[in-house]
């Protein structure tokens, strides 16, 4: 099975397959949330396939970096 997996708000995009590591790397520009969708039809789960990339400024993610350290 492949997925590929694009952003909204970017031009990001990967394919990936199901046990293989793989990083994407790009320069995000303007804080917010955006849906991460799979853009091709992979599979019975396909319609679940998504998830959320959450860009925030510096100083933020060093709070939440904080908080979240402090949960372990
Ligand atoms: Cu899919």
Known sequence: MWATLSTSGSCAQQD???????????T???TGRYEIVCTQLCGLGHYNMKAYLNVMAED?????????????
């Open 60 to 72: 933020d993610f060093e709070k939440w970096l904080k908080h979240k350290a402090s949960e372990l």
């Open 16 to 26: 990936f397959v199901p046990g293989l590591d793989l990083s994407v790397h790009f």
């Open 28 to 30: 995000a520009t303007k």
